[in-house]
């Protein structure tokens, strides 16, 4: 069997009043965001790592900005799109790891619900799922609380 693993990464701008939507979860907090889409950053980095995983670009070339048919759309969207075009090439989705950056809100109450969320998008196991949180001990954007970062990887094996 053949298996490849991908790796995602996202940065999103956070700003007063924007909803602040992590793994397809709106969370409660004074600023969210900001960005084309719903600006999920964790979902993002997930279908980064799922597109690099099978040589399929990025989601920016699938996805663009510049298009206005993905304007405020939800990213668990976009996550599910990414796990069909895996498949068109052979491939299937095997796990998802997730590493997020940010200094609050604090999202473990929301874990299990993020980890649902981009299990059915992907169609896996909430076994399959890690999200994982960490701080940047108030240093630098994600200190100052002008940003939130997301990791991922993922494991595709060969259909």
């Keep these: ?3 490849k ?5 996202d940065v999103h701008q956070l700003k007063e009043g924007h909803p602040f939507v992590l793994g397809g979860v709106q969370l409660e907090h004074h600023s969210g965001a900001f960005g084309h889409s719903d600006a999920d950053v964790l979902v993002h980095a ?3 790592a799922i597109l690099g995983a099978a040589n ?4 920016g070339y699938h996805f663009p900005n510049t298009d206005e048919r993905w304007r405020g ?10 796990v069909r075009l895996l498949a068109e090439k052979g491939w299937i989705l095997g796990n998802i790891d997730a590493m997020l950056c ?15 969320h981009i299990a059915e998008a992907a ?3 909430v076994d399959d799922v890690s999200i994982k949180a960490t701080t940047n001990e108030t240093m630098g954007f994600i200190g100052r609380q002008e940003g939130v970062v997301a ?3 993922c494991l595709i094996e060969q259909k």
Excluded: H, N, W
Excluded at 56 to 59: A, G, Q
């Design 73 to 82: 759309i939800r990213s668990l969207v976009l996550l599910t799109e990414c």
């Design 56 to 59: 399929l670009e990025d989601i």
């Design 123 to 125: 169609g896996l196991s």
């Design 102 to 116: 940010l200094e609050a809100p604090k999202i473990k109450p929301y874990i299990p619900q993020m980890k649902q």
């Design 1 to 3: 069997m053949k298996i």
């Design 46 to 48: 997930i279908c980064d």
């Design 151 to 153: 990791y991922a990887v």
């Design 5 to 9: 693993v991908g790796f995602g990464f």
